[in-house]
């Protein structure tokens, strides 16, 4: 099972991709789905994080507002926070590569937003990433609600640069022509991804240690 890590620098099209992927049938797991739902009303990231964080949530729920406020430029306060929800998110994706073996899935797609940052394409087989003209990205995200030009340039510096994205690439998906273009490059790097033969699954918790202590000491 060909297991293909999805990424791209904020505003570049990454959940246009993978909506577009679902739709030709290829699993897509979706990384900042499942942070969500561990941090929901309920969700089994909630007991650490308020031990962590006291008063951010309340009743019951998460506020993410007020959280965000703690770990928003706090490295320290961030690895905390990641070393309370990466585990579990973790355990979710295995979970989908689990059953997705069993299904006999030939490929799959994991969709990451920070992949690279986290050393996360030491996981997979091979690396799908969206990119577009800087023009269209900052056209894109300063259309977003809440969006402003400091927010904006603090989270592209806490990303790899979309230039070093495209070299560690196996395959760039360009969003800047259109959607139809756009699926047209999926479509083809899917036939071309099934062909491959995966090597990273069964998964070695090994490698997956070892993966995730480099990633935490690259952060430091």
Do not use: C
């Amino acid at each position: 099972m060909m297991i293909v890590g999805l990424t791209g620098s904020i505003g570049m099209g990454k959940s246009t991709a993978a909506k577009m992927l679902r739709q030709m049938g290829v699993p897509v797991y979706d990384a900042d789905a499942n942070v969500h739902a561990v941090q929901a009303k309920g969700g089994a990231a909630l007991p650490a994080i308020e031990a962590a964080f006291p008063g951010v949530v309340k009743d019951g729920v998460l506020d993410r507002q007020a959280l965000g406020a703690r770990v928003f430029g706090n490295k320290e306060a961030l690895r905390k926070l990641e070393a309370i929800v990466h585990p579990l998110v973790g355990q979710r994706q295995r979970a989908f590569l689990k059953r997705a073996a069993r299904r006999g899935e030939k490929l799959v797609v994991l969709d990451i937003p920070l992949l690279f940052e986290g050393a996360g394409e030491r996981r997979v087989d091979a690396t799908l990433v969206v990119s577009a003209p800087a023009f269209l990205q900052r056209r894109r995200v300063m259309a977003r609600p809440g969006m402003s030009t400091e927010r904006f340039e603090g989270i592209l510096r806490q990303q790899v640069p979309d230039a070093l994205k495209r070299r560690k690439a196996t395959i760039v998906i360009p969003t800047g022509f259109g959607l139809a273009p756009t699926r047209q490059a999926l479509a083809k790097a899917v036939s071309k991804l099934k062909k491959r033969r995966g090597r990273f699954w069964p998964a070695n918790p090994w490698r997956e240690r070892f993966t995730a202590q480099l990633a935490r000491a690259r952060r430091k």
